[in-house]
């Protein structure tokens, strides 16, 4: 799963060109800097020396330069060239601390500049060094007023997991998992669609670290991911989120749904197994208010097929969702030892609402009492969920 500022599509010309500037720009392998820095100090696995550490300066100080520079094609070249010898498999620890130090001082005041492009570029560069100095400045921009600046600032968090899980990791634990619960107030709150959907991705990015001695750092991430998505659907009401918003919810209760199936040998603990029906039990509770407004309109007798069809098509996603949220509860469900589950006898109780039939819709209506409602499965061990929890 790759994130970045590739990740995704905005809706505006000058959001799309940033994204492009800061992710399709391919240079050479010795325009990527790796003519500047010796390999054996990108890989090194001792403590940097004073010769090594002002060469690691002098390449920074030579790039560095032109992340200001008005000339588009020369801002993204120096970009490339700093990104470079971060790119291979081999980066040390001490390389990467040495050379987030460097940059840090360079970054930090141009993740905030009034050009996006300039602030996009540094954040992509920050997201890229995976270390304590770069989250720092990933972190700072979380909350910026600017679209582009927030988007790139979460999908840095996420390619720093994909780098924690990919090479030598130059933070620890705590700190990865310190960063990916920065993520939780944007999973809240944040109001744009992309970049809530990256925000879902960079915390499945950081529940699919799996290093000796980070113990629950998969649990944690859920732990983050299931209680802000609930929230998600409780404050949605009736309203119907628009498709990319509603494709980056499908995509988090798959995430829970997977985290419980593929739990291997680290299990989630009982508590965030919870948690993770908790959603998949809000996710329902969603679609059932959906459905109960008549937000998806049923197939009448008398509709032509091309408007049958539009309404089947209509409420996909709803279905979509309805599925992956079910699964997420039979999974924790299964992993808590708790009975069979209702399940409607015609088909799947996720299933029911891809139809648009008005009595496959009381059918599903029907099944969620018996699960949701105020005396359904979940309120009943092994989750004992209080009565009304999703249905108030």
Known sequence: MKIGLET??????TIAALLVAAAATVWSPAALGQEGLPPDIIASTTQLGGTQREAIKAFVATHAGNLTNTDSTVLIRARADLLGPLQGPDVGVSFRTAYSEELEKVLQPLIGDDRDIVAVNSLRIAGELSTRQGAALL?????SKKLTVRYAAVAGIGRTFENLGRTAPAMNAEAARSLAGKLAPVL???TDSNVFDVAVRAVMAAGALDRDGWGSLRDDAMATLAPAISERFQKL?????????????????????????LAGGRPLS???????????GDGLAYVQRLIQAKVYPTIMPGDAEAEQQQKIHARTTAADL?????????FANDGLGGPPL?????????DLPRTAQAQD??????GLRDLIGDNGALSKPPFSFPRGRFTK
Request: net charge positive; hydrophobic share 50%.
């Open 8 to 13: 995704g599509r905005f809706t505006t010309r």
């Open 361 to 366: 819709d009381a059918k599903f209506l029907e």
């Open 188 to 190: 809240r709150g944040e």
């Open 342 to 350: 209702p399940i409607a006898a015609a088909r799947p109780l996720s």
């Open 322 to 330: 309805s599925a992956a949220a079910y699964a997420a509860v039979t």
């Open 270 to 280: 009982a508590d965030t197994q919870k948690l993770v029906a908790a959603m998949g």
């Open 237 to 261: 009401g009736t309203t119907a989120a628009e498709p990319a918003m509603m494709q980056a919810l499908i995509r988090a209760c798959s995430a829970g749904r997977d985290a419980l199936a």
């Open 139 to 143: 972190e700072k921009m979380l909350t």
